[in-house]
Structure formats: C-alpha cells, structure tokens
C-alpha cells in the first residue's frame, strides 16, 4: 500500500551525524541531528554518499539573504530510501534514488510539455524548508531548527526530501557517479543536449572548464560537436579539458590587447554557433554573447552569479544580431525522465563521469572537500558517509 513501510525506523525520529554550517564561511561542524519522520508525499533517504558543488560553497559564504543559518548544505548525492510518508507510491524502502533541487511533479502544465523543466506546482527556489508545508525536519539536539539546502541538505546521513525531488534509479549503478548526476554533470551534459541541442559538426565555445564546463563539453561531444574552445584562466585546464573533447584553449590572460570574443571569431570567422556561461560572471555573459555567430548563434547561461548581478545588452545589437540568450537550469533535464537515459548512457559506455571524480574523502573529512575546491584542485570530491 502506498506510505506503507516495513522499516524499523519508519514513523519515528532518527538520529545521526550531520555536517552543519552556522556561520557564513565557518568551518562545517559534524553535530548529532534529530531528523524528523517523512510527512505526506516525502521520502526519508539514507544518505550512501555525496558531492560538493560550487553552489554549496556559494551558499556557505553568503552573508545576506537568501543566506540563512544553521544550515544543512549538500545537494549532489545517491541513496536508499528507508522510509517513506503517505500517498507515497512512485518509490519503496529500499529503493536506489538520487535526490534532485529541481522538481518533477510529472503532474503541471511544465511537466507534461517537452519545453520546461520548471516545475509549476513546486516552483523551484533557495528555500530554507520543505516544499509544501514550508517547515524543516532538522533539529539539533538543543531543539533549534536547521534549516534545508535546495530541498535536499545532502550533508546529513539522512535527510527528508520530497517526492518530487526524488528520481529512482538502476540499482547497479555506482554511488560515486550516480551522485555527479545530482547537479552539476547533468547541468552541464543537459544544456549542450537538451537546451542548446548541439547539431553535428558545429562549433561550441565553453567559459569555465570547471566542472560544470568539462560537462558541457562532454555533452557536445556527444551530440557530434566538431570543435570544443575551452576558455579558461588555468593553462592546466586545456590537458584535462581533451579528455571531454575540447578541441581548442583560450587562455583568457594571454589574449593580449584583444577581448575573448575577438580571439574566438578570428579563430572561427564568423563566431561559435553556441556558447556556454559555466562561471557565473555577467561580464563573461556578455563575452560569451559576443562570440555567438549571428543569425543562429545560442549563448546559453548555467553559472550561478550573485543574486543582484544585472545584464545590459543594447537593443539595436539584439535586434540586428539575430542571436539568442538563455538561462539553462539544471540543463533543461526532466530529473525523473532524462537522468535516467543519463544513467544508461554512462552504464554503455558512452558518458565518462568517472574522469569527473578527482578525490574521495570520509564524512569525517568534509572541510577537506571545501578546501579542495577552494584551492582549485578538485573538479568533484566525494564525501562517504561510511565508506
């Protein structure tokens, strides 16, 4: 029957180890947590592992609003469902899942279209508390609420999510690569395939070879990308770039007297037929922008800038130009349709997310995944809960 659980924990309170923020930019603490039971169309998961994004770190060191603390951050991860609340019917304890910020109600007028993946009945927003009853199932042990990360809080060894932040999949597939799907690789593969829809044999300019940006570049690859430019500030880029298909670098500090977008249309002639946003600088929108061919050229925009970065284009270059701009939230991917196919892909062979890994930490270690980032050294680090 739907809601109905077998699990000994099911109905009851749980408590574990969670990896709280309470101050912007302070280290994370590893505290006993009280996580609540799943309430109506929620889901409590066992956390098996988890990834640390750029918009983790984002988060961890905003001091303004939408910045709120205590916080539990983390929204890249895999686990098992171990209980789950009523009208719960699309996944079962002990069910393989990846826990998704981006809803898929599978129910609103975005949801049934092939155009959106803006869900409407759980619009997606920097929310510290559950989707439809705006409360948190974090405490500590002194009874304060914790607050949530992106509907997941992944930094916890159990978390409560709700079910239309819950994608269910193959059960063979490993918790280190099944975790990358969560945000960033999907982000990335997502916007080349699905929002972009790179033809075969055009031209792809990338801005930012973190990850995010390799993603793209490997999801250009795989539609038939004929030319990869990676354009980045770290020479050492172009060599792991190769390895998703970049094809081309542009050291934007070595460009000389001439702007990027000069460099990128004497390399091409006539600019780029698509180009990606991967940083989160609107003065790397406008270079990317720049790039774009005229008539057909997309400048799609997936890096996560501050809340009151402002874009100013004028309207004679918009209207004689001919090119597009958009915004690319989780890459345009339906989480529960697509990620799926991701995962197919991956298990065929034809996706590398392995190469995305760079280090592996305990759950002990966490800070060291923040410091890794910070330092540029990781692409993505993987945090065990119990390895």
């Known amino acids: 029957m739907a809601g109905k659980t077998s699990s000994t924990t099911a109905g009851k309170p749980i408590r574990c180890r969670?990896?709280?923020?309470?101050?912007?930019?302070?280290?994370?603490?590893?505290?006993?947590?009280?996580?609540?039971?799943?309430?109506?169309?929620?889901?409590?998961?066992?956390?098996?592992?988890?990834?640390?994004?750029?918009?983790?770190?984002?988060?961890?060191?905003?001091?303004?609003?939408?910045?709120?603390?205590?916080?539990?951050?983390?929204?890249?991860?895999?686990?098992?469902?171990?209980?789950?609340?009523?009208?719960?019917?699309?996944?079962?304890?002990?069910?393989?899942?990846?826990?998704?910020?981006?809803?898929?109600?599978?129910?609103?007028?975005?949801?049934?279209?092939?155009?959106?993946?803006?869900?409407?009945?759980?619009?997606?927003?920097?929310?510290?508390?559950?989707?439809?009853?705006?409360?948190?199932?974090?405490?500590?042990?002194?009874?304060?609420?914790?607050?949530?990360?992106?509907?997941?809080?992944?930094?916890?060894?159990?978390?409560?999510?709700?079910?239309?932040?819950?994608?269910?999949?193959?059960?063979?597939?490993?918790?280190?690569?099944?975790?990358?799907?969560?945000?960033?690789?999907?982000?990335?593969?997502?916007?080349?395939?699905?929002?972009?829809n790179v033809e075969a044999g055009s031209t792809v300019a990338i801005f930012g070879l973190g990850a995010i940006g390799l993603a793209v570049a490997e999801g250009a690859r795989l539609c038939g990308a004929?030319?990869?430019?990676?354009?980045?500030?770290?020479?050492?880029?172009?060599?792991?770039?190769?390895?998703?298909?970049?094809?081309?670098?542009?050291?934007?500090?070595?460009?000389?007297?001439?702007?990027?977008?000069?460099?990128i249309m004497d390399m091409t002639g006539d600019g780029a037929d698509y180009c990606f946003e991967c940083v989160g600088m609107s003065s790397l929108v406008h270079e990317a922008y720049a790039s774009s061919r005229k008539g057909w050229g997309k400048t799609v925009v997936l890096g996560v800038d501050q809340p009151a970065a402002k874009l100013t284009f004028s309207s004679s270059e918009v209207l004689h130009s001919g090119k597009s701009l958009m915004g690319s939230l989780f890459g345009g991917l339906k989480p529960k349709s697509d990620v799926p196919i991701l995962i197919k892909r991956y298990m065929d062979k034809e996706l590398r997310l392995d190469e995305f890994v760079t280090h592996e930490v305990e759950f002990e270690d966490i800070n060291k995944a923040f410091d890794l980032l910070l330092d540029g050294k990781s692409l993505r680090c993987v945090i065990w809960m119990k390895k």
């Open 226 to 263: 004929k030319r990869i430019i990676g354009v980045d500030v770290n020479q050492d880029k172009f060599e792991l770039g190769k390895k998703f298909g970049v094809t081309d670098f542009i050291n934007s500090r070595n460009c000389g007297d001439k702007t990027v977008s000069q460099v």
């Open 18 to 196: 969670a990896a709280i923020v309470r101050k912007p930019g302070a280290p994370l603490v590893i505290e006993e947590v009280i996580v609540a039971p799943p309430q109506p169309r929620e889901v409590r998961i066992k956390i098996i592992c988890t990834s640390l994004c750029h918009s983790d770190v984002t988060f961890w060191k905003l001091e303004h609003p939408p910045a709120i603390f205590p916080r539990i951050l983390g929204h890249e991860a895999m686990g098992v469902v171990e209980s789950v609340g009523e009208g719960v019917h699309e996944v079962v304890e002990g069910d393989t899942v990846i826990p998704i910020f981006l809803p898929d109600c599978g129910e609103c007028t975005d949801c049934l279209s092939n155009k959106s993946n803006l869900c409407s009945k759980l619009p997606f927003s920097v929310s510290p508390y559950m989707d439809r009853d705006k409360t948190s199932r974090f405490t500590d042990i002194n009874g304060e609420i914790l607050y949530h990360f992106l509907f997941v809080s992944s930094f916890s060894e159990y978390t409560v999510v709700d079910i239309g932040h819950v994608t269910k999949i193959d059960p063979q597939t490993p918790p280190i690569s099944a975790c990358l799907l969560s945000c960033g690789v999907s982000t990335g593969v997502g916007a080349a395939w699905k929002t972009a």
